[in-house]
């Protein structure tokens, strides 16, 4: 590389000169900084949430840091909660409209997302913060929230809007698919009714997510069936971990949301490193608690090189393909 005059004082032969040498070694693998390190096993924590009545919005958030003081002593990297958790406050509306009683709930969405975001950096940990309503413009949207544990936030509007939801509230869709960054990797969040489109998690998967996670809210079984089994093909179609939270319990006094049925479950791809039915856990139907699961980010590289199939590699962009449109 260079010659370094006077490195061997008195010797005559080398005239004091000596030579620098320098080749590459292809072995080298750098050091990763542990503050950037993605974890190869993910812990998920999701909340079946019993509707019941609070009197108060402090008694609906006292419930919510509950949930969150209880996962996160389990060191799970991420907390699922339903679509529209926080519909009992709505019970004080009722003498209301549907249609304007829900755009008094959405009134709560924001002092909600303030405490959410306290607790993720508090209890350390990421935060779906299951829907809620929101105006926009005047606009109703159906909205979910992450905050990540770093304090930094982001949202998601529900794009398919189910008959119910448009007729009954008035709700409108939303027009941005995301992916997101987290410090475990990437995600997606898609509301309920939108799972049942295999278009948008497949946009997601092709632009990296491992984990989509589906708050929801259903009030018969068959209608819960669809969530299911949608959840369950977009794992095998997507090579990836899908989690679905939703509710449990009745509300007698709040029009529109009188009952609710659920089984909280994460669904994985099926193949030989996962489970054979493709369930890596589920909770008991129609009753309050939490499913916390440990998932893992290898296996999803290994299946998308070299698993019994390929679902995203054999694709044949040569006779059809999907693209986003804006």
Not at 38 to 66: A, C, T, Y
């Amino acid at each position: 590389k260079k010659i370094l005059k006077g490195y061997l004082p008195g010797d005559d032969q080398s005239k004091e000169y000596a030579t620098l040498l320098e080749w590459a070694n292809i072995y080298y693998e750098p050091d990763e900084k542990l503050i950037n390190l993605q974890k190869p096993i993910v812990r998920l924590g999701l909340v079946q949430w019993q509707m019941r009545s609070h009197n108060s919005f402090e008694s609906l958030v006292d419930q919510v840091e509950f949930f969150v003081d209880a996962v996160s002593n389990y060191e799970a990297d991420f907390l699922l909660f339903p679509e529209f958790f926080n519909a009992p406050l709505m019970a004080q509306f009722n003498h209301l409209g549907e249609a304007e009683a829900i755009r008094k709930l959405a009134g709560f969405t924001e002092p909600l997302l303030e405490r959410f975001k306290e607790f993720a950096v508090s209890y350390n940990i990421n935060i779906i913060t299951g829907s809620m309503p929101l105006v926009v413009d005047d606009n109703l949207k159906n909205v979910t929230y992450l905050c990540r544990r770093d304090g930094s936030h982001d949202h998601y509007f529900k794009i398919h809007i189910t008959p119910a939801e448009r007729s009954a509230w008035g709700v409108t869709g939303g027009d941005e698919i995301k992916v997101f960054d987290t410090d475990c990797g990437k995600i997606g969040i898609v509301i309920c009714y939108d799972v049942e489109f295999p278009e948008l998690p497949r946009l997601m998967a092709d632009k990296g997510m491992n984990i989509l996670f589906v708050p929801f809210l259903t009030d018969t079984q068959n209608g819960y069936m669809r969530v299911r089994n949608c959840s369950m093909a977009r794992a095998i179609e997507n090579e990836c971990y899908v989690a679905i939270a939703g509710s449990v319990g009745n509300l007698p006094r709040v029009r529109n949301m009188d009952i609710q049925y659920a089984q909280s479950a994460v669904f994985t791809p099926s193949d030989f490193p996962f489970p054979t039915n493709g369930v890596k856990a589920e909770t008991t139907p129609n009753t309050e608690m939490t499913l916390i699961v440990d998932v893992d980010l290898d296996s999803l590289k290994e299946l998308h090189a070299g698993g019994s199939v390929r679902t995203m590699l054999d694709r044949r962009n040569d006779l059809y393909q999907l693209k986003e449109i804006k």
